[in-house]
């Protein structure tokens, strides 16, 4: 049996794991990261193949200079990475066979205007978006669609925003609850414009594994956390296991990123409360979908470009891309009329008819889905419902969560995961001098 000793343990190397990582051992404090798979990044890297960078999920900084990730990187002093703010790759809005191209400021009114019927249904809906953003907050005890219809029916209203929250929330208008979707609109309206990663999203993860090594911090892959030892209420360190040996590591702080179901599973029910345990089993649940790659000879939409298509029976939003070597992709995701139940097969096949309609010349163009993956339980959109916010310290002292389980409030995806991770470190700071 090998031993170590350090501050803190980090279980997981997702963006969340690797941002509070970067941030503590760059502060001083001795970090050891433990990832169970041969590479780090979890949903926040890529993969070759076939010729083409396949995303594990994510592949943008959502909200640009104001996101958690970016400011991490500023913060932890990270290598510079080249990326490009998606402000001029134009966005197209299709609405009853129509396309609309957004001009860039006043967006929420230019949707709200193309989807109403008259001027006097526009102003009528701009005043209820804004009192629900900036007045009285509606509660969570409604859909956001129940709630929409309370002052409007017209279909094409109600699909722009499916689109919309299909794409930034990974569940449907009557999943989400109104109150979830204002916070994660309210993010996305004081949040700056996306970023686009020239190499992809690796190029982050590579920049926090430099700041976590250059400062005293190790990263072991295929160590695959076993227990977290928990001592009178406490936590006192993890046990792994690493080329077939059991690693026991010894610390004052364990950060789980492995979502707070796998956390409590490490830990042993029995040693949290029953109100955390019960937190947990209400709030979270995966936000699950498909996500698919298309590539093909010739540009199916003009790139870069963003189609946000509230027709088709699923597709809410295609971006195109055209690599340095030439290749053409399209990115897509569908979420499921249930994201908690649904055929895969089923899904697949109304993603087909919502293909062909989007894009027609789709076999002249040389189309072909280079990949389709599922994305639910372990390895979901997202781990929890935006908006959901659980707590990131758990009932155990100095255990705590990071990553999409737990994002605090108004952020979603991979950036929420770091803010979590910023708040974590934040609180270890103030509450023990470690170094
Ligand atoms: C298709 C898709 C597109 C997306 N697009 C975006 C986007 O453009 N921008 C964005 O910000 N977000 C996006 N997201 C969301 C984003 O990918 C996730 O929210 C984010 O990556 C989650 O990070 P995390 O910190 O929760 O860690 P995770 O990615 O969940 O990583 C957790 C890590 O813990 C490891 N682990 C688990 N158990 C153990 C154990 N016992 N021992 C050791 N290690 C363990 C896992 O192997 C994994 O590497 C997208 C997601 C998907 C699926």
Redesign the pocket.
């Known amino acids: 049996m090998e031993r170590k000793k350090c501050d803190c343990v980090i279980?997981?190397?997702?963006?969340?794991?690797?941002?509070a990582a970067a941030r503590l051992a760059c502060s001083g404090y001795k970090a050891i990261v433990?990832?169970?798979?041969p590479i780090?990044?979890?949903?926040?890297t890529q993969i070759e193949y076939k010729g083409y960078k396949v995303?594990?999920?994510?592949?943008?900084?959502?909200y640009g200079e104001n996101?958690p990730?970016y400011h991490t990187l500023v913060d932890v002093k990270a290598p510079e990475i080249d990326m490009v703010a998606r402000s001029s790759v134009p966005q197209i809005y299709r609405l009853n066979g129509k396309d609309h191209h957004m001009k860039g400021r006043g967006a929420l009114r230019d949707m709200i205007s193309w989807a109403s019927k008259d001027k006097e249904e526009a102003d009528m809906m701009m005043s209820i978006l804004k009192r629900a953003l900036w007045w009285y907050e509606p509660p969570d005890t409604i859909s956001f669609d129940d709630w929409l219809a309370q002052f409007t029916r017209n279909k094409t209203m109600h699909n722009l925003f499916q689109c919309l929250i299909a794409a930034w929330a990974?569940a449907n208008s009557w999943e989400l609850t109104a109150g979830q979707w204002f916070r994660i609109l309210k993010g996305m309206t004081v949040g700056g414009k996306?970023f686009i990663l020239k190499n992809g999203?690796k190029d982050i993860i590579d920049a926090l594994e430099k700041v976590i090594k250059s400062s005293g911090g190790e990263i072991f892959t295929k160590?695959?956390?076993?227990k977290i030892i928990i001592e009178d209420g406490a936590v006192r360190g993890v046990v792994?296991e690493r080329e077939g040996e059991r690693l026991e590591i010894e610390a004052k702080v364990v950060i789980s990123?492995?979502?707070p179901k796998?956390t409590i599973e490490?830990g042993g029910e029995d040693n949290f409360d029953r109100a955390y345990l019960r937190e947990v089993r209400e709030k979270v649940r995966a936000a699950s979908?498909i996500?698919y790659m298309i590539v093909s000879d010739k540009p199916l939409l003009e790139a870069p470009n963003v189609l946000f298509t509230a027709d088709t029976q699923r597709l809410e939003c295609f971006v195109s891309e055209r690599t340095a070597d030439g290749k053409n992709i399209v990115r897509t995701?569908s979420v499921p009329e249930s994201t908690i139940l649904y055929s895969p097969k089923k899904e697949y096949e109304i993603f087909l008819q919502d293909l062909k309609e989007t894009f027609p010349d789709f076999e002249r163009c040389g189309g072909r889905i280079l990949i389709a993956?599922n994305?639910y339980g372990?390895?979901?959109?997202?781990?929890t419902w935006p908006g959901d916010c659980l707590t990131t310290k758990t009932s155990v002292e100095n255990l705590y969560n990071?990553?999409?389980?737990v994002i605090p409030e108004g952020w979603?995806?991979?950036?929420?995961?770091?803010e979590?991770?910023r708040v974590v470190v934040e609180d270890i700071q103030a509450r023990m001098k470690l170094g």
């Open positions: 279980i997981g190397s997702g963006i969340g794991g690797m941002c433990i990832e169970r798979l780090i990044g979890g949903r926040y995303p594990t999920g994510a592949w943008m900084i959502l996101d990730v990974g996306p999203v160590t695959p956390a076993r792994a990123n492995a979502g796998k490490l979908g996500d995701a993956r994305f372990d390895w979901p959109f997202y781990r990071v990553g999409d389980g979603v995806g991979g950036s929420g995961a770091a979590s991770a």
